[in-house]
């Protein structure tokens, strides 16, 4: 049975492949498992509809016959479970490849999404500078331990897995940021991952929407 993810039909993020469908559209091309995809504006993400399959009223969600999920960690982790390719065999190499997928989401994440909402909705405010410069260094706080235990590798842990999947997702939210540049070996990391034909395959499925809407509006 062919799955059904939804996404924006006009995201925010404006073509940059940073809407969390991305992680979904990109595990689902590693895999080699074909998709289907419904478009949704924000005001049907808050209708009867959707709020069925995401309580929340965001994207992306996932649905394959009666089984239906939300949260892009959750859906990814399916994913790997259900398919060869983003989780290792051996059992140890196997949890912590869901441990990465776990610190990219709960430890990594959080101060990053924290830095845009602030540059979006609080760079009027007469506390902003000193915010921005609070954010980072949270920022940096998570980014140096994760430099240092990359160092020269390819990937977190051996083969790329389903942790490098949303870490490396996580941290495109810092591109242009200068963050990055501070650490060249993650920003080396990040290309890896962009080079990856699965990925490419991903972004430009998610770049035609993009596309799509910019004709239409």
Same mark, same amino acid.
């Given at each position: 049975?062919? /799955?059904?993810? !939804?996404?924006?039909? =006009?995201?925010?993020?404006?073509?940059?492949?940073?809407?969390?469908?991305? @992680?979904?559209? %990109?595990?689902?091309?590693?895999?080699?498992?074909?998709?289907?995809?419904?478009?949704?504006?924000?005001?049907?993400?808050?209708?009867? +509809? $959707?709020?069925?399959?995401? /309580?929340?009223?965001?994207?992306?969600?996932?649905?394959?016959?009666?089984?239906?999920?939300?949260?892009?960690?959750?859906?990814?982790?399916?994913?790997?479970?259900?398919? +060869?390719?983003?989780? /290792?065999?051996?059992?140890?190499?196997?949890? @912590?490849?869901?441990?990465?997928?776990?610190? =990219?989401?709960?430890?990594?994440? *959080?101060?990053?999404?924290?830095?845009?909402?602030?540059?979006? !909705?609080?760079?009027?405010?007469?506390?902003?500078?000193?915010? $921005?410069?609070?954010?980072?260094?949270?920022?940096?706080?998570?980014?140096? /331990?994760?430099?240092? @235990?990359?160092?020269?590798?390819? %990937?977190?842990?051996?083969?790329?897995? =389903?942790?490098?999947?949303?870490?490396? $997702?996580?941290?495109?939210?810092?591109?242009?940021?200068?963050?990055?540049?501070? $650490? *060249?070996?993650?920003?080396?990391?990040?290309?890896? =991952?962009?080079?990856? *034909?699965?990925?490419?395959?991903?972004?430009?499925?998610?770049?035609?929407?993009?596309?799509?809407?910019?004709?239409?509006?």
């Amino acid at each position: 049975m062919i /799955p059904t993810i !939804t996404a924006f039909k =006009a995201s925010p993020d404006r073509g940059r492949g940073l809407a969390r469908d991305m @992680r979904v559209r %990109w595990a689902l091309e590693e895999v080699g498992q074909p998709y289907e995809v419904r478009l949704v504006t924000f005001e049907e993400m808050k209708q009867a +509809a $959707h709020l069925a399959l995401h /309580p929340f009223g965001q994207i992306p969600t996932y649905e394959e016959g009666d089984l239906a999920l939300f949260e892009s960690g959750a859906i990814v982790f399916h994913l790997a479970q259900r398919h +060869a390719g983003l989780l /290792p065999c051996d059992a140890g190499a196997r949890a @912590r490849a869901v441990t990465w997928m776990f610190a =990219a989401l709960a430890t990594v994440e *959080p101060p990053i999404v924290e830095r845009s909402m602030a540059i979006l !909705t609080e760079s009027d405010k007469p506390w902003a500078g000193e915010r $921005h410069a609070m954010l980072e260094a949270r920022i940096r706080a998570r980014l140096d /331990p994760l430099s240092t @235990r990359l160092g020269d590798a390819d %990937w977190l842990d051996g083969d790329f897995s =389903a942790g490098d999947v949303m870490m490396v $997702h996580v941290l495109q939210r810092l591109g242009g940021s200068g963050l990055l540049e501070e $650490h *060249p070996n993650l920003a080396a990391y990040i290309a890896r =991952a962009e080079a990856r *034909p699965a990925y490419r395959r991903a972004f430009e499925a998610q770049y035609a929407v993009f596309v799509a809407a910019s004709a239409g509006a």
